[in-house]
């Protein structure tokens, strides 16, 4: 019997893609150079309350150690 | 019937003279590869140039993100370029241009598949002469888009699914809009496989049916991963969209909003204000088409207008001339409507209209009037 070849490549794309799509949702690594200019630009322009902070793909907030030194 | 070759030599005659009539309109405005060149455009030459994270513009890492836009069209402007220094707004015309004829003889095979009395020669007027044709000849993604969303939707027809899955995966790769796609795609398997439930070798169908899903949004995954390793964020795609004021609020607020701002004296003002009125307008105009054409029980079509139209409302309504007005089953109905025309002088009456219409905007789009972006 022939193995599935293009179900077993099949379920390895959608593994890949879904562990991409994880890293998005769950463990943004912002890094400082991004963080300078994205999350200050967002801080300014962002329709929330002041002080309030840029949304991650879950839509929670980054987390004060996420900030870094450019928190405001 | 017209053959393949007949139509692809009279799409270049007819693109050749529209472009040589955009150079002589352009004489005022600094010839035709800069009056083109307007928005976008800098954008994409920009990324095609030198990539990701900066802006050659601003000339220091920490400059505008231009991650919102997708990588496909400027990684095919890549090479034109390198090859042709020193002249990148004219090559990226040419590039430009060519997607678009590859648009309209793939649009002709599409109308061969899916309306076989149309006439392919009549189509491939109808989109020479479209008033906000303009956009495909400019250095935008909007020919390659339709090229392969067009062919997409082809091969789908024609149940080619693997030859659509990677149309799809590079249509994924070239707008956000792209992944809209899947829902047709997904739907075909899905039927495929409830057809084939009752077989003996079940793991054979299952793989027949996920694979193709399963490739087509290889484009924008690929993207993300790319995002992911330059800046951190795999979504920067998403998140960088605040910088242009698009903030998820959901189609009918924008629209609503949109005609009680009631703003339309902003059409013809110079660029940046941008009428609220005269986008929403556009964006129920779209809808409205895409509701004839699921009326016409083409769902397929109707999904990929009606989709492409609420997603990005959901942000903001900017730009949504452009998007109602270059999809190309916005213009496949435009098509339709032209051909349904009793006689020739009435059809000759609406390519004259359109015509006219034609050279105003693109006046409009020389001079950057926010009303044709």
Not at chain 2, 167 to 172: D, I, M, P, S, V
Request: include cysteine.
């Amino acid at each position: 019997m022939r193995p599935p070849f293009k179900l077993l490549l099949g379920l390895a794309l959608v593994a890949l893609q879904t562990a991409i799509v994880a890293l998005g949702l769950f463990f943004p690594r912002v890094d400082a150079t991004y963080r300078a200019y994205f999350i200050d630009q967002t801080l300014e322009t962002w329709p929330g309350d002041p002080g309030s902070k840029p949304m991650t793909g879950l839509g929670r907030p980054l987390r004060d150690s996420e900030m870094g030194p450019y928190q405001k | 019937m017209r053959s393949v070759s007949k139509i692809i030599i009279f799409a270049c005659v007819c693109l050749a003279l529209r472009l040589l009539l955009y150079k002589l309109m352009a004489i005022p405005f600094g010839g035709l590869a800069t009056a083109m060149c307007q928005y976008d455009c800098g954008w994409y030459v920009r990324l095609a140039q030198d990539g990701y994270g900066s802006d050659s513009l601003y000339a220091n890492y920490l400059a505008i993100p231009n991650w919102a836009f997708f990588p496909a069209f400027p990684l095919l402007l890549r090479p034109f370029l390198a090859l042709t220094p020193g002249m990148p707004l004219f090559t990226g015309l040419l590039v430009s241009n060519a997607c678009f004829l590859g648009f309209a003889v793939v649009g002709a095979l599409y109308l061969r598949a899916t309306r076989p009395a149309a006439d392919p020669l009549l189509w491939v007027v109808t989109l020479i002469i479209f008033p906000f044709g303009y956009i495909f000849s400019a250095i935008y993604s909007e020919s390659l888009y339709d090229l392969l969303l067009i062919a997409s939707v082809l091969m789908l027809a024609k149940r080619r699914v693997m030859a659509c899955a990677v149309l799809t995966a590079l249509l994924c790769a070239t707008r956000p809009t792209g992944v809209l796609m899947l829902i047709p795609l997904g739907v075909e398997r899905a039927l495929y496989l409830w057809s084939h439930r009752s077989d003996a070798d079940r793991l054979t169908h299952l793989g027949e049916a996920l694979l193709p899903v399963a490739i087509a949004p290889l484009g924008l995954s690929l993207y993300m991963l790319d995002q992911y390793v330059q800046t951190g964020d795999a979504l920067a795609f998403n998140h960088v969209q605040i910088l242009w004021d698009r903030v998820w609020v959901g189609p009918y607020r924008t629209i609503a909003d949109g005609l009680a701002a009631w703003d339309w004296y902003l059409v013809l003002q110079p660029k940046r204000i941008y009428s609220l009125s005269y986008d929403a307008a556009w964006a129920l105009l779209g809808l409205g088409v895409a509701g004839w054409i699921a009326w016409r029980r083409r769902f397929t079509e109707a999904w990929l207008l009606a989709a492409s139209i609420l997603l990005p409302a959901s942000t903001a309504l900017h730009s949504l001339p452009r998007f109602v007005a270059t999809n190309p089953f916005f213009l496949l109905a435009v098509f339709d409507l032209v051909s349904r025309l009793n006689g020739r002088l009435a059809v000759a009456g609406s390519f004259a209209g359109m015509g006219l219409l034609h050279g105003v905007v693109l006046v409009f789009w020389f001079i950057a009037a926010n009303s044709v972006y």
